[in-house]
């Protein structure tokens, strides 16, 4: 089993920047993604940006692309979301999400290909 803690969550304002980080405990595997996903109040929890241990490769909805950069610690199981140009539309709970077998990045993500969450991390985006 893997735990996910999740941080650096806060309040900023339109055009800031943040960035998230999540480290993984317990077992964890060469081949894992690791994921962010948000959930807006009243929306459905959707998918932000995935790493994959193995080389690293990553993939971003449309929304988050040029913005939002994901990356891995090589020395240790821990991903970050860097967040910059951050929009109102970002206010959510983010998220981290991990799985322990390889996936190929044909199509985005969705919340039934994890199986470790973390407890989410909120970020607001204020006017």
């Known amino acids: 089993q893997v735990q996910l803690v999740e941080s650096g969550g806060g309040l900023v304002q339109a055009g800031g920047s943040l960035r998230l980080s999540c480290v993984a405990s317990g077992q964890t595997f060469s081949d894992s993604i690791m994921a962010w996903f948000r959930q807006a109040p009243g929306k459905e929890r959707e998918f932000v940006a995935a790493?994959?241990?193995?080389?690293?490769?990553?993939c971003y909805a449309d929304s988050v692309k040029g913005r939002f950069t994901i990356s891995r610690d090589t020395a240790k199981p821990t991903a970050y979301l860097q967040m910059n140009s951050l929009k109102l539309e970002d206010t959510a709970v983010y998220y981290c999400?991990?799985?322990?077998?390889?996936?190929?990045?044909?199509?985005?993500?969705?919340?039934?290909?994890?199986?470790?969450w973390g407890q989410g991390t909120q970020v607001t985006v204020s006017s």
């Open positions: 999400a991990t799985r322990p077998q390889y996936m190929y990045f044909v199509r985005l993500p969705s919340v039934a290909d994890f199986t470790s």
């Open positions: 790493v994959r241990r193995s080389d690293s490769s990553t």
